[in-house]
């Protein structure tokens, strides 16, 4: 089986040429390693093919007595997650669908996430020579500020990834730093920047190690702007080493950590299911998609 990959080249100096293969698809792993009983995995994109419409036609067709939405986001935002459940209950409520459907909305402290991560880490870490330590950026998708600011809790749970990778990776003296990628627009961004902040280790000569801390898969964020475009940036500013950490992807970590949720949403028997059941996001962040206790 391939892992999830895309083929990166430069095309005669236009540009990077993109090549997708098919790949399995990370539930199907999981449905390999489950004792969930008889089950079938669909497939949503929210912003690309398979949409919500075609899956739900998909799904009404197989007459399920219940659906499981599990998102490959670990941090909940009203962007992305959010979102997407939304568009998913407005189609299924368009096609028919009356099957009883079940939401997970978050996992960022799930213990096969944190565990794939780390492992990732400290593999970078040990391929890291020379006589200054490292920088370690835990980079993640940012958001305008105003999204934040308005309660939604993506920062928050970000800073509860990094902490327990933190906890889990166990190294005292690691210099590390949380930071946000992929900002468009003229709006204020949640910060610091992942850019600025390899800028500035480079500067310093510093070893640097970005880890994606808010992907679960390779894709154009990963791989050409960490990969490419910022690996570019580094090695301008002087930094000596530039390493970036793979994305969870099909770890059997990550992937039993998957089949534990959907386990864990089915038993708990809520609407919208936490890797903990109940609300984990403090009250002040109102963007959580579960009322405060």
Same mark, same amino acid.
Request: some cysteine; aromatic content about 8%; hydrophobic content about 40%.
């Given at each position: ?7 990166l ?13 098919? #790949? ?5 792993y999981?449905?390999r390693r +489950? =004792?969930?009983? $008889?089950f ?24 399920p !007595?219940?659906?499981?939405l599990?998102p490959?986001?670990?941090? #909940? &935002?009203t962007?992305?997650?959010?979102? =997407?459940? @939304? ?11 009356? %099957? ?18 780390? %492992? ?8 890291? $020579?020379?006589?200054?330590? *490292?920088?370690v ?17 993506? @920062?928050?749970?970000?800073?509860? =990834? ?8 166990? !190294? ?9 990628q ?9 910060? *610091?920047?992942?850019? &600025?902040e390899?800028?500035?280790?480079g500067?310093?000569?510093? *070893?640097?190690?970005?880890? *994606?801390?808010?992907?679960? =898969?390779?894709? +154009? !964020? ?20 530039y390493?970036?950490?793979a ?11 998957l089949?534990?949720?959907?386990? &864990? ?8 299911? &936490? ?14 998609? @579960?009322?405060?206790?």
């Amino acid at each position: 089986d391939r892992h999830p990959v895309l083929e990166l080249g430069e095309d005669d100096g236009q540009g990077v040429k993109i090549v997708i293969h098919r #790949f399995p698809l990370w539930t199907e792993y999981a449905a390999r390693r +489950s =004792s969930l009983g $008889e089950f079938r995995v669909f497939i949503a994109m929210r912003y690309w093919h398979p949409r919500a419409r075609e899956t739900v036609r998909q799904v009404a067709a197989f007459a399920p !007595e219940q659906v499981i939405l599990l998102p490959l986001y670990p941090q #909940f &935002s009203t962007t992305t997650t959010g979102s =997407s459940l @939304q568009e998913w209950q407005r189609e299924a409520e368009a096609a028919g669908l009356k %099957a009883t459907t079940r939401a997970l909305c978050c996992y960022p402290e799930e213990t096969g996430f944190v565990d794939a991560v780390v %492992a990732g880490l400290r593999d970078a870490l040990r391929r890291v $020579e020379g006589d200054k330590p *490292p920088r370690v950026l835990f980079s993640a998708h940012g958001l305008p500020k105003k999204i934040i600011d308005g309660g939604d809790p993506y @920062q928050w749970q970000v800073e509860q =990834s990094v902490a327990a990778v933190l906890g889990r990776l166990g !190294e005292v003296n690691l210099d590390w730093q949380i930071c946000y990628q992929s900002r468009v627009g003229p709006l204020e961004w949640i910060g *610091p920047a992942t850019d &600025s902040e390899i800028e500035a280790a480079g500067r310093e000569g510093r *070893p640097i190690i970005v880890v *994606p801390v808010a992907f679960v =898969s390779e894709h +154009s !964020e990963t791989l050409v702007e960490l990969d490419i475009e910022y690996r570019h940036l580094a090695e301008k500013a002087g930094a000596p080493v530039y390493i970036r950490v793979a994305t969870a992807g099909t770890e059997a970590a990550f992937i039993a950590g998957l089949a534990g949720l959907v386990g &864990s949403a089915i038993a708990a028997g809520r609407p919208v299911c &936490s890797q903990v059941g109940g609300r984990r996001c403090p009250a002040e962040w109102r963007g959580c998609p @579960q009322a405060v206790a």
